[in-house]
T-cell receptor, first 116, second 116 residues
Framework: GAVVSQHPSRVICKSGTSVKIECRSL??????MFWYRQFPKQSLMLMAT?????????EQGVEKDKFLINHASLTLSTLTVTSAHPEDSSFYIC????????????FGSGTRLTVV | GESVGLHLPTLSVQEGDNSIINCAYS??????FIWYKQESGKGPQFIID?????DKRQGQRVTVLLNKTVKHLSLQIAATQPGDSAVYFC???????????????FGQGTILTVHP
């Protein structure tokens, strides 16, 4: 079945630095990927929709200059958290849309970001 | 819109019991619904899905019921096992006809704990 690989699984960074998270579709091409953020004991909140070869579409309230998304190929989307602050600490999850799969979405295993 | 939960509701059951997890969705125009299981520190795992032209769908040990009149979904797990302990989310999708999938919006989620 469809597999989405997300890397790194955990990262700790200092305030003010930037962190890049990668999301790869391993056995299918994903023209569209989605980035979610999840705080402890809460639901997944959609941050943005990443489209291959074009600009990402951000949800209301998500700062596009802070959360940079690049979808340069059909198998890779990256999320860069710029100038990270402790309040950006969260669980970030990507998903890829695979139209060949019956249910259309496959999720990565998530990235636990801790900003100190 | 997206769900923002402060604390997830919980459901505790004994091993072997049947579990019913409920979800209210937000958009009456959503035409595709998915139930996900999320274990601690991992991404969501697909359980079962249903389209809006159906009221019920069964899988292995799981059944999803859809009531469009009151915008309600339920997930029934038969003979619940300790390995079923996790957080369960419903998700809704607008305009998922054919292979065209839009963004997925997640519900609040329910923590299921199964006691041996």
């Amino acid at each position: 079945g469809a597999v989405v690989s997300q890397h790194p699984s955990r990262v700790i960074c200092k305030s003010g630095t930037s962190v890049k998270i990668e999301c790869r579709s391993l056995d299918f091409q994903a023209t569209t990927m989605f980035w979610y953020r999840q705080f402890p004991k809460q639901s997944l909140m959609l941050m943005a929709t990443s489209n291959e070869g074009s600009k990402a579409t951000y949800e209301q309230g998500v700062e596009k200059d802070k959360f940079l998304i690049n979808h340069a190929s059909l198998t890779l989307s990256t999320l860069t958290v710029t100038s990270a602050h402790p309040e950006d600490s969260s669980f970030y999850i990507c998903s890829a849309r695979d139209s060949w799969q019956g249910h259309g979405y496959t999720f990565g295993s998530g990235t636990r970001l801790t900003v100190v | 819109g997206e769900s923002v939960g402060l604390h997830l509701p919980t459901l505790s059951v004994q091993e072997g019991d049947n579990s019913i997890i409920n979800c209210a969705y937000s958009n009456s125009a959503s035409d595709y619904f998915i139930w996900y299981k999320q274990e601690s520190g991992k991404g969501p795992q697909f359980i079962i899905d249903i389209r809006s032209n159906m009221d019920k769908r069964q899988g292995q040990r799981v059944t999803v019921l859809l009531n469009k009149t009151v915008k309600h979904l339920s997930l029934q797990i038969a003979a619940t096992q300790p390995g079923d302990s996790a957080v369960y989310f419903c998700a809704e999708n607008l305009n998922a006809g054919g292979t065209s999938y839009g963004k997925l919006t997640f519900g609040q989620g329910t923590i299921l704990t199964v006691h041996p």
